[in-house]
């Protein structure tokens, strides 16, 4: 299924479709297309240990009764072992498995901070073409700048529970600010009026502060409604990411090169590939998020060739990978850069521009589309 017959079943709302576009969004990959703005996207965020997946949980169950499709991007801590997330979250909503008006996925964090993984804010988005009425996302546990959330949610619930201590000196700098709606989960505990009033203290009468014991499912239906009434607030526009492909290295024998990135340095298998119409045989090495592309001419006539000649073997260039190709060298062009060549596909079957060192400080950069 090609990109645009994916984005075509994900807008009829096919299941298997919005799973197979999760997981591409999650590799790194963007799908035009994916036209949205009708879910109420919902934080829910909270120091660990304040039941925000038993509140989630009995959250889903609420919306349902109403009939609304819901939508859950669970963001779980990442394994040691593996990357991917421990998958707690999903564990402690099982119940709604059998229904398909609920779609929870979990994701990891993947080191990153502000409480959310990178492609959260894409998972939303596939939620929201998809026709899920509500999109809930939970995030990993936050503290004093963990509070990015917000930047995609139309109201934030934080959860806190009696006897944390001083969980409200420690947070009261971030996620305080940005809460439209607090939650004292746990409330049949010791400590909750404490709490209410600590709370009340920081809010001054200026935000609701609602009770509940998430577990036992009371005071879950007056926070939804709570939650309906609440101002809605702008979802921030999504700055273009970029991050390190990979670095070009200019080699004589790729085999000699490989000899010590794969031996002596212990690095794994390379993927070994031709572009005919750059000349050159290619060997990419995995280097943690980014890569090292070992390049090697195949005649004197090649670029790789010229350059090893001038300057010999060494670093050719830096690649970066961006959302939005066509957009980015809009922008380069419209600021007076120089970019040597219009997009086409190299190695990896990937969209590419190389911009002129004389335009950035001294290095050629190749731009590369996202799995394009």
């Excluded at 239906?221 to 101002?231: F, H, R, Y």
Aim: overall charge negative; charged content about 25%.
């Amino acid at each position: 299924m090609n990109p645009s017959e994916l984005v075509a079943k994900i807008l009829e709302g096919d299941r298997r479709a919005v799973a197979r576009a999760c997981s591409l969004v999650e590799a790194g990959q963007s799908l035009p297309g994916l036209d949205g703005g009708h879910a109420f996207v919902v934080g829910v965020t909270g120091p660990p240990g304040a039941g925000k997946s038993t509140f989630t949980d009995a959250l889903i169950a609420e919306v349902r009764r109403e009939g609304l499709k819901v939508a859950v991007v669970a963001v779980d801590p990442s394994s040691m072992k593996t990357g991917g997330a421990l998958l707690g979250d999903r564990i402690r909503m099982q119940r709604h498995h059998e229904d398909t008006g609920v779609f929870i996925r979990s994701m990891a964090t993947r080191g990153a901070m502000g409480g959310l993984a990178p492609t959260t804010r894409g998972l939303v988005k596939v939620f929201d073409a998809a026709g899920f009425d509500v999109v809930i996302v939970e995030t990993v546990g936050v503290g004093q700048d963990e509070i990015e959330v917000a930047r995609m949610a139309h109201v934030v619930t934080l959860l806190l529970v009696p006897g944390q201590g001083d969980e409200i000196q420690a947070i009261k700098a971030g996620i305080m600010e940005i809460a439209d709606l607090f939650v004292i989960n746990k409330s049949d505990l010791a400590g909750a009026e404490k709490l209410y009033r600590e709370i009340e203290a920081e809010v001054h009468g200026e935000k609701p502060i609602l009770k509940a014991v998430a577990s036992a499912g009371t005071g879950i239906a007056e926070l939804w409604s709570c939650l309906k009434g609440l101002p809605r607030r702008e979802a921030v526009v999504e700055a273009e990411r970029f991050a390190i492909d990979h670095l070009g290295v200019a080699v004589q024998n790729i085999d000699e090169a490989l000899g010590f990135y794969q031996g002596a340095l212990g690095m794994g298998h390379a993927t070994r590939e031709t572009v005919e119409g750059e000349k050159v045989h290619v060997a990419m090495l995995q280097a943690g998020e980014s890569r090292i592309e070992l390049l090697e001419a195949m005649d004197e006539t090649s670029t790789i060739a010229k350059f090893i000649a001038k300057r010999g073997p060494g670093i050719h260039h830096v690649a970066m990978r961006v959302r939005d190709l066509g957009a980015v060298v809009e922008r380069i062009v419209r600021e007076g850069g120089r970019v040597l060549n219009e997009p086409k596909i190299g190695a990896g079957g990937h969209k590419y521009v190389f911009v002129h060192p004389a335009t950035t400080g001294g290095v050629l950069l190749e731009l590369i589309e996202e799995h394009s």
